[in-house]
């Protein structure tokens, strides 16, 4: 009887022992980072050598799609002219806030585009930079539209949350 209940107490001191891990496994799951950024992207140097700019999707397949903030030691600032043009697996799009310019029809036609988060740093976006994206809905940390986005930035008219806080 007395080795029963030994046995029986070893064996639910092991069970909690394995138990405790599981547990700290389990919280370290919820704090681990949000998505890394996406990889394959397509960048340029800027114009004046100060930054880089995304000039394309690349080898990049990521339908959730996370820019770096920076790439090869410079901050990435700009969403280059077409560089998302057509990317009909596309869906969301997470920019840093080292963007400051989104380039004319930089997402033109992404049809399945359903969300971006412009950041307050973007002070310049192209005409046309949305067009043609039926299912986008644009998240603007800006309370308003900035006088450096061209009047036709949004011209296919997608919802626009101002204030966005995320």
């Known amino acids: 009887m007395k080795k029963a209940i030994v046995s029986l107490i070893l064996l639910l ?27 394959g992207l397509a960048f340029n140097l800027n114009e004046d050598g100060s ?8 080898t990049c397949t990521d339908a959730y799609t996370v820019i770096p903030k920076t790439h090869k030691g410079f901050l990435v600032t700009c969403i280059g002219t077409n560089a998302f043009y057509d990317s009909f697996n596309l869906k969301s799009v997470t ?11 930089a997402f033109y036609r992404c049809n399945s585009l359903t969300k971006i ?16 994206c039926k299912n986008l809905t644009i998240y603007c940390e800006a ?24």
């Open 143 to 166: 309370e308003s539209k900035p006088d450096g986005w061209d009047k036709s930035w949004n011209i296919s008219n997608c919802p626009v949350v101002w204030g966005y806080k995320g």
């Open 95 to 105: 920019l840093p806030d080292s963007i400051t310019e989104i380039k004319t029809y």
């Open 51 to 58: 930054g880089y700019m995304v000039t394309g999707r690349g």
């Open 117 to 132: 988060t412009i950041p307050d740093s973007v002070t310049g976006i192209g005409a046309y930079a949305f067009s043609d």
């Open 13 to 39: 001191a092991l069970c909690l022992t394995c138990s405790c891990g599981n547990t700290a496994t389990t919280t370290e799951a919820k704090t681990m980072p949000k998505k890394p950024t996406s990889e």
